[in-house]
Nanobody, 124 residues
């Protein structure tokens, strides 16, 4: 079973940047579709973006398009989320998640493997 551990969260001023990492254990990471999700206090968990096993055709939520970049290094079993132009509205706990599915990748229920989350706080 793959386990996921996020890191890289923290406090940053508006307009700043952060890079989150998601380290995966196990041999099947390279075959999984991976997603980044976030959940702000009092709000539902939402998809930030998703990347297929190949690294191509990456999906981004409209709210982060042009500011966030998802990438993966299958040789290192690691998923990344590079965030730039951060806004206070980006404040949330960020989760990485994995799935064997290839459809419905923006849905929380499509993912069976989750990390513990890392807090990102953007101050104004």
């Amino acid at each position: 079973q793959v386990q996921l551990v996020e890191s890289g969260g923290g406090l940053v001023q508006a307009g700043g940047s952060l890079r989150l990492s998601c380290a995966a254990s196990g041999r099947t990471f390279s075959s999984l579709t991976m997603g980044w999700f976030r959940q702000a206090p009092g709000k539902e968990r939402e998809c930030v973006g998703a990347v297929p096993w190949s690294g191509d055709n990456i999906h981004y939520a409209d709210s982060v398009k042009g500011r966030f970049t998802i990438s993966r290094d299958n040789a290192k079993n690691t998923l990344y989320l590079q965030m730039a132009g951060l806004k206070p509205d980006d404040t949330a706990v960020y989760y990485c998640a994995g799935t064997r599915l290839v459809l419905g990748l923006t849905r929380v229920t499509s993912y069976e493997i989750w990390g513990q989350g890392t807090q990102v706080t953007v101050s104004s």
